[in-house]
């Protein structure tokens, strides 16, 4: 190759490279730079958003806006044309987020609207809030309606002054714990106020006359019900949150329902928090008892009865033991005449009579015919139910009995005598289970002291360790400010507990056992057997919970004796 020719090659070559600063174009990764800044924004926005407007932790949405986004910016890095990927990041991820505008904006107040006309102009008028947004602003309690929306504050002043007493009732509930409110209207009355905290009744202030009718109105529409209907019993549900930020915030679903008469009307208000959705792990078993209940759930057979008083907290328990199931392997129903809660991938059946003319075993039968593989009946109610259970123990399925009962031993006796065949109910019984709910001696406000040494040794709890009980602080004990009002504890607000712990006897079957059952044999023989195996009853079991320091010797007394309970007056907040 001449010289000329190598020169004239090498020219074509250099003309065909692009000019000098055609490799970079600061148009082009100023866009991308936007893009990426307003999808990160974005999604910061609506994770946020849907955390405090929302009342949401987790959902759909948080996925759904950060991937798109995320997946459209990649695109555009990857396919070499750039309008084309410009398109493709507004053709899919501005439609996803307008998406979340359009279903956030119909479940806030026209004042937390966004991108909106009343937005556009709430910003034409600088950062000043309108009278309803702060009213908002200073809500105690957030509530959304059944259809997930905020109520709106009213524009009547009398009725602003009742929802803001109904916003009060709902923080004072929810703040001091409340599982139960019952709140009851007699005519130019005051309606008196009744809490159920950690089991126990406590009155409240009541609500003033000139309040109390504008308060029932305004817990009816926040909880989708009549607000004209006084007599009829009616049946709703709304969500509330205190607090603020994701470690204080308290997030409850409240279960409504009124009835009423001529002299007046009555609401009962039933709170759940995720705090009850418990594991076997969590209800209060001793590690011993934990260990042996985990191995008995891994036979996925026969039948397990689980008793106590009412209000014992049976249902919760029951509840727990269904979660402890793998329901994506096992296919399992509940029949229960009041669902308390959703319990997830299960099959939850409510309980009709339709006018008597459906009993609650026949019911059953209908869903065991279905071929579960796991049954809760939250009710044994008659001799077939427990019929129907034996029977489907015996064929592989496991079925959990809820049952009314003094002890474990009242529990098997009603049992057998419902079964009425005691071969059959013997072969397919697993475990019988008695509890109660102590209430958890508060940790910030209890005080110690030393045990007399011969309850020790009579409750045969070591008498070498030295170890405290602990108890509420007596009325005298508490402190009192410089104006002399007593300093209520922050955090037990004054009760001297905080929440409840399960006190649970339990009668594990084995095969010796079932025999002396199944040969008719008394049940205090049964008993003496199962003592002298190391079965502990109640009293010892909670006096193992006092000795650990969980509850007082008071509380257990109260749980474990059979009395009717008494209503206690507030303490001075």
Request: contains cysteine; aromatic residues 8%; positive net charge.
């Amino acid at each position: 190759m001449t010289d000329a020719m190598f020169t004239d090659s090498q020219s074509l070559m250099l003309a065909a490279l692009p000019e000098s600063g055609g490799y970079f174009s600061i148009v082009k990764i100023l866009l991308f730079a936007v893009a990426f800044i307003v999808w990160a924004q974005n999604a910061a926005w609506a994770s946020n958003d849907l955390r405090k407007k929302l009342l949401l932790t987790r959902s759909m949405w948080n996925w759904a806006i950060f991937l798109t986004g995320l997946l459209c910016l990649v695109i555009w890095l990857v396919v070499p044309i750039f309008w084309v990927s410009l398109g493709v990041y507004f053709l899919v991820y501005v439609p996803t987020i307008m998406s979340y505008v359009v279903y956030r904006n119909k479940r806030v107040p026209p004042s937390q609207t966004v991108l909106t006309s009343a937005h556009l102009q709430r910003l034409s008028q600088g950062t000043r809030q309108p009278d309803e947004e702060a009213m908002h602003g200073r809500d105690r309690v957030r509530l959304k309606d059944p259809e997930g929306k905020t109520p709106p504050w009213p524009t009547d002043a009398d009725q602003h002054a009742g929802y803001q007493a109904t916003q009060d009732l709902l923080f004072d509930a929810i703040w001091r714990r409340a599982s139960d409110v019952q709140i009851d209207l007699l005519v130019n009355q005051p309606a008196s106020i009744i809490y159920k905290v950690d089991g126990v009744d406590a009155m409240r202030e009541p609500i003033p006359a000139e309040l109390s009718a504008s308060v029932f109105h305004h817990l009816k529409r926040v909880a989708g019900t009549s607000t004209e209907e006084h007599r009829r019993p009616q049946q709703g549900e709304f969500t509330a949150s205190i607090g603020a930020g994701e470690s204080s915030t308290r997030n409850v679903t409240v279960d409504m329902r009124t009835s009423g008469n001529t002299k007046g009307e009555r609401i009962m208000l039933k709170l759940f928090s995720d705090e009850t959705k418990f594991k076997v792990a969590d209800l209060g078993m001793t590690e011993l008892q934990v260990g042996k209940f985990d191995e008995m759930l891994k036979e996925n057979r026969g039948v397990v009865i689980v008793s106590g008083p009412r209000g014992s907290g049976i249902t919760s328990t029951l509840y727990a033991i269904v979660r402890g199931h793998d329901a994506f392997m096992q296919n399992i129903h509940t029949l229960e005449v009041t669902k308390a809660l959703d319990l997830e991938n299960v099959t939850q059946h409510m309980y009709d009579s339709q006018n008597g003319t459906v009993s609650y075993g026949k019911r059953l039968r209908s869903i065991i015919r279905t071929e579960p593989d796991v049954v809760m009946a939250g009710e044994t109610p008659d001799a077939e139910t427990a019929e129907l259970a034996a029977h489907a123990g015996r064929q592989g399925k496991r079925i959990y009995l809820g049952l009314p009962a003094s002890d474990v031993f009242s529990a098997l006796n009603k049992y057998l005598q419902a079964v009425n065949d005691a071969p059959t109910a013997a072969s397919s019984l697993m475990c019988v289970t008695n509890q109660r709910l102590a209430r958890v001696v508060c940790s910030a406000c209890r005080r110690a002291y030393r045990p007399d040494p011969n309850l020790l040794r009579k409750a045969n709890l070591p008498t070498d360790q030295n170890r405290p009980f602990y108890r509420p602080p007596n009325p005298d004990e508490i402190a009192v400010d410089k104006h002399g009002n007593p300093e209520i504890c922050a955090i037990c607000q004054g009760t001297g507990y905080v929440g409840r712990t399960g006190v649970f006897e339990i009668l594990m079957l084995d095969d010796e056992l079932r025999a002396l059952i199944a040969k008719g044999t008394p049940i205090q023989t049964i008993k003496t057997e199962a003592r002298k195996r190391g079965m502990m009853n109640l009293q010892e079991i909670a006096l193992h919970k006092v000795f650990e320091g969980h509850t007082s010797i008071n509380e257990v007394l109260r749980v474990t004796k059979e009395s009717t309970p008494n209503v206690q007056k507030r303490r001075p907040a």
